[in-house]
């Protein structure tokens, strides 16, 4: 079970960039699935994004077109690259292997 640390999140404004990391303790080579979720003041957790071992990735209707999660196996690191990003995207963002959770980012969009 590996151990999970996301870094990057801010306050950015409308229509801004941010490039969400998530470093692994160990190797996530054999990892099936990392995912990144985010949890909103007063909502359940959500999924935003998957990307499998072998590179498929799934996005929630939410974010698609403006997100890209990916990862590098030999930095055990998942990324999430978040583009034109709304007010409505602020949250906290987690990673996740669907074993162990980070402790989250918080990702904040407004003027």
């Known amino acids: 079970q590996v151990q999970l640390v996301e870094s990057g999140g801010g306050l950015v404004q409308p229509g801004g960039s941010l490039r969400l990391s998530c470093a692994a303790s160990g190797s996530i080579f054999s990892i099936n699935v990392m995912a990144w979720y985010r949890q909103a003041p007063g909502k359940q957790r959500e999924l935003v994004a998957i990307?499998?071992?072998?590179?498929?990735?799934n996005y929630a209707d939410s974010v698609k077109g403006r997100f890209t999660i990916s990862r590098d196996n030999a930095k055990n690191t998942v990324y999430l690259q978040m583009n034109s990003l709304k007010p409505e995207d602020t949250a906290v963002y987690y990673c996740?292997?669907?074993?162990?959770w980070g402790q989250g980012t918080q990702v904040t969009v407004s003027s």
């Open positions: 996740s292997d669907w074993n162990s």
């Open positions: 990307i499998t071992k072998h590179g498929n990735t």
